[in-house]
C-alpha cells in the first residue's frame, strides 16, 4: 500500500468486513479503514492527495491538510468587480466556489471539467454517483449542454427561469459523466440570484453546483452555515446574505414521455401543469413510510440517501392541532424531567402553547413561503444547542407545503407520531 494513512489506521480483517459497501465512496480504489470505533471507506487517491474523507455525517482528515478558504462579502448582491474576476478565475482554473442562489447556498466548480467536480464530491463528503445541477446563465445555454430537447423544456424555461427549477434533459458528450453521476442526462437550472449569475457570466464556464453542505445536513440558507461546513475545504465561500425561498429547486425529468417530478420545490406542480399540461410525481417522493425492504429508488439520485438530518432525534406530529400540541408537551415534559435536551419546532400561531423544551417558530402558518425559507437554519440551530429531541408540528401536504414536507419527513427518518 502506496498511501501514508496518516491519523486513519486501516484495522478492519477481511472477514469482519461488511457485505455491503458503505456509503460515502463509490471509488475505484477503497479501502476500509477504523477510525475510533467507526467504519469506513476511504478511496486511497484522496489519501495519497491528502484530501479529507467525509462518512456518516461526520469529518475524517487524512494528512491534517487545510486549504485556506477566502470568504468575501457582497453588499446588495454585488461583490467588488475585483473581487467577482477573482472568483470567477478560481472557478476557470478548477477550483471551488461557494455562493447564495436563491434556493440554497451552492457550491460551484467548472461543470465540463471533471476534476473540478471530483473536488465538490470531496469537499462535500458526496457519493459519487449523485449527480450535480449545472447551472447557466441564458436560456440558450441549454442547447450546448443537452440534446434532443423537448418543446416542454423551452415552455418552462420561459416562465420559470430565471428561478428555481432544474430541468432534467439528454445529456450532450460535453458534459463530464463525472458531473452526471454516470448518468445520461444533465440536470441544468438558471438560478434568478443575480450575484449568482453575475459569477457564472464573469466565470465564462457553466457552473456545477450542489447545495454547499456536507453531505447528509441541512442544506445552507445562510453563509454561516456554508462556512461550518465548508470552511477549509473550498476556495472561497460568497457571503451573499440569506437564501431568500430556503428550499432546493423543484427538479422535472423531461426526458421520458411524460414530465415527471423528482424532487418537489417552490414551483409546484400545479404551477408547471399550468404551462405544459399534465406532470407525474416520482411515486418515491410520495412515500411518508419508506420500506427498507421494498424497492425504494427515486429517479433522482441525490433523494435515496439520508438528508437534512439534524444530530438530535427529529419526530413529527401530525393531527389536530390541539392534539399535536398536547402530544409534543407531554413527551417534552417527560424527555426533560430525564435530563433531555429539548427543541420543539412551533408556528407562530402556536408558539405560546408550548410549554417544554427550547421552543422555536419556523414562521406563519399563513405564510407558507415563511415556514420553508427558515426550515433548514431551525434545523441547523437547533444542532448548534446540542438538542437531543426534536419535535415538530407537521405541515399541509399541497403545494408548497408538499416540498416542505418532503424535506421534513427526509430529516426525521419518516419518524411520524399520529395523533386524533
Ligand atoms: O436549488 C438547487 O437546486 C440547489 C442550488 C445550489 O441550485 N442545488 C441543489 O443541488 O440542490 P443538490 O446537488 O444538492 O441536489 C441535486 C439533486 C440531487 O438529488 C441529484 O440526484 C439530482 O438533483 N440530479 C442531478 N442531476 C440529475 C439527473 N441527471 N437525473 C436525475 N436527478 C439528478
Ligand atoms: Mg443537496
Same mark, same amino acid.
Given at each position: 500500500?502506496?498511501?501514508?494513512?496518516?491519523?486513519?489506521?486501516?484495522?478492519?480483517?477481511?472477514?469482519?468486513?461488511?457485505?455491503?459497501?458503505?456509503?460515502?465512496?463509490? +471509488?475505484?480504489? @477503497?479501502?476500509?479503514? *477504523?477510525?475510533?470505533?467507526?467504519?469506513?471507506?476511504?478511496?486511497?487517491?484522496? &489519501?495519497?492527495?491528502?484530501?479529507?474523507?467525509?462518512?456518516?455525517?461526520?469529518?475524517?482528515?487524512?494528512?491534517?491538510?487545510?486549504?485556506?478558504?477566502?470568504?468575501?462579502?457582497?453588499?446588495?448582491?454585488? @461583490?467588488?468587480?475585483?473581487?467577482?474576476?477573482?472568483?470567477?478565475?478560481?472557478?476557470?482554473?478548477?477550483?471551488?466556489?461557494?455562493?447564495?442562489?436563491?434556493?440554497?447556498?451552492? @457550491?460551484?466548480?467548472? *461543470?465540463?471539467?471533471?476534476?473540478?467536480?471530483?473536488?465538490?464530491?470531496?469537499?462535500?463528503?458526496?457519493?459519487?454517483?449523485?449527480?450535480?445541477?449545472? %447551472?447557466?446563465?441564458?436560456?440558450?445555454?441549454?442547447?450546448?449542454?443537452?440534446?434532443?430537447?423537448?418543446?416542454?423544456?423551452?415552455?418552462? $424555461?420561459?416562465?420559470?427561469?430565471?428561478?428555481?427549477?432544474?430541468?432534467?434533459? =439528454?445529456?450532450?458528450?460535453?458534459?463530464?459523466? #463525472?458531473?452526471?453521476?454516470?448518468?445520461?442526462?444533465?440536470?441544468?437550472?438558471?438560478?434568478?440570484?443575480?450575484?449568482?449569475? /453575475?459569477?457564472?457570466?464573469?466565470?465564462?464556464?457553466?457552473?456545477?453546483?450542489?447545495?454547499?453542505? &456536507?453531505?447528509?445536513?441541512?442544506?445552507?440558507?445562510?453563509?454561516? %452555515?456554508?462556512?461550518? /461546513?465548508? /470552511? #477549509?475545504?473550498?476556495?472561497?465561500?460568497?457571503?451573499?446574505?440569506?437564501?431568500?425561498?430556503?428550499?432546493?429547486?423543484?427538479?422535472?425529468?423531461?426526458?421520458?414521455?411524460?414530465?415527471?417530478?423528482?424532487?418537489?420545490?417552490?414551483?409546484?406542480?400545479?404551477?408547471?401543469?399550468?404551462?405544459?399540461?399534465?406532470?407525474?410525481?416520482?411515486?418515491? !417522493?410520495?412515500?411518508?413510510?419508506?420500506?427498507?425492504?421494498?424497492?425504494?429508488?427515486?429517479? *433522482?439520485?441525490?433523494?435515496?440517501?439520508? %438528508?437534512?438530518?439534524?444530530?438530535?432525534?427529529?419526530?413529527?406530529?401530525?393531527?389536530?392541532?390541539?392534539?399535536?400540541? +398536547? $402530544?409534543?408537551?407531554?413527551?417534552?415534559?417527560?424527555?426533560?424531567?430525564?435530563?433531555?435536551?429539548?427543541?420543539?419546532?412551533?408556528?407562530?400561531?402556536?408558539?405560546?402553547?408550548?410549554?417544554?423544551?427550547?421552543?422555536?417558530? !419556523?414562521?406563519?402558518?399563513?405564510?407558507?413561503?415563511?415556514?420553508?425559507?427558515?426550515?433548514?437554519?431551525?434545523?441547523?440551530? @437547533?444542532?448548534?444547542? +446540542?438538542?437531543?429531541?426534536?419535535?415538530?408540528?407537521?405541515?399541509?401536504?399541497?403545494?408548497?407545503? +408538499?416540498?416542505?414536507?418532503?424535506?421534513?419527513? =427526509?430529516? *426525521?427518518?419518516?419518524?411520524?407520531?399520529?395523533?386524533?
Amino acid at each position: 500500500m502506496k498511501a501514508d494513512l496518516g491519523v486513519i489506521k486501516p484495522k478492519q480483517t477481511p472477514s469482519s468486513l461488511p457485505q455491503e459497501p458503505l456509503p460515502g465512496s463509490r +471509488h475505484q480504489d @477503497l479501502i476500509l479503514c *477504523a477510525y475510533g470505533d467507526i467504519l469506513m471507506q476511504v478511496n486511497l487517491d484522496d &489519501i495519497e492527495a491528502g484530501i479529507p474523507t467525509e462518512y456518516d455525517g461526520m469529518f475524517y482528515g487524512t494528512k491534517g491538510v487545510r486549504m485556506n478558504t477566502r470568504i468575501i462579502k457582497a453588499v446588495d448582491l454585488k @461583490l467588488k468587480a475585483q473581487e467577482l474576476e477573482e472568483a470567477a478565475e478560481v472557478l476557470r482554473s478548477g477550483g471551488l466556489v461557494a455562493f447564495p442562489t436563491e434556493t440554497v447556498y451552492g @457550491l460551484g466548480a467548472n *461543470a465540463l471539467d471533471a476534476s473540478a467536480a471530483r473536488k465538490i464530491y470531496q469537499a462535500k463528503g458526496r457519493p459519487s454517483d449523485n449527480p450535480l445541477i449545472v %447551472h447557466i446563465t441564458e436560456v440558450e445555454d441549454m442547447a450546448a449542454l443537452a440534446r434532443e430537447i423537448p418543446e416542454k423544456a423551452y415552455e418552462l $424555461a420561459k416562465v420559470f427561469w430565471p428561478g428555481p427549477l432544474t430541468l432534467i434533459l =439528454k445529456k450532450k458528450d460535453c458534459v463530464p459523466s #463525472g458531473t452526471t453521476g454516470g448518468l445520461d442526462t444533465v440536470a441544468i437550472r438558471l438560478p434568478a440570484n443575480t450575484l449568482a449569475r /453575475d459569477l457564472i457570466a464573469a466565470a465564462g464556464v457553466y457552473v456545477a453546483a450542489p447545495s454547499a453542505n &456536507i453531505s447528509g445536513k441541512p442544506s445552507p440558507t445562510k453563509a454561516e %452555515h456554508v462556512i461550518k /461546513d465548508m /470552511d #477549509g475545504k473550498v476556495d472561497m465561500i460568497i457571503d451573499g446574505g440569506n437564501a431568500t425561498l430556503g428550499l432546493e429547486s423543484t427538479i422535472v425529468d423531461l426526458t421520458g414521455e411524460a414530465p415527471v417530478i423528482l424532487r418537489p420545490g417552490c414551483i409546484t406542480k400545479k404551477m408547471l401543469e399550468n404551462v405544459i399540461g399534465t406532470v407525474e410525481v416520482d411515486p418515491a !417522493i410520495l412515500e411518508t413510510n419508506p420500506d427498507p425492504n421494498k424497492n425504494f429508488a427515486p429517479k *433522482a439520485p441525490g433523494m435515496k440517501y439520508r %438528508h437534512y438530518a439534524p444530530e438530535g432525534s427529529l419526530t413529527i406530529y401530525e393531527g389536530q392541532i390541539s392534539s399535536v400540541i +398536547h $402530544a409534543i408537551n407531554r413527551e417534552a415534559q417527560q424527555k426533560l424531567a430525564e435530563g433531555k435536551r429539548v427543541g420543539v419546532i412551533a408556528t407562530d400561531e402556536t408558539k405560546s402553547s408550548y410549554l417544554y423544551g427550547t421552543v422555536m417558530s !419556523i414562521g406563519s402558518r399563513r405564510d407558507e413561503a415563511s415556514i420553508a425559507a427558515s426550515l433548514f437554519a431551525i434545523l441547523r440551530e @437547533l444542532d448548534e444547542l +446540542h438538542m437531543e429531541y426534536i419535535y415538530t408540528e407537521s405541515f399541509g401536504d399541497n403545494s408548497l407545503g +408538499h416540498a416542505i414536507m418532503n424535506r421534513l419527513l =427526509k430529516a *426525521a427518518g419518516y419518524r411520524v407520531v399520529k395523533v386524533s
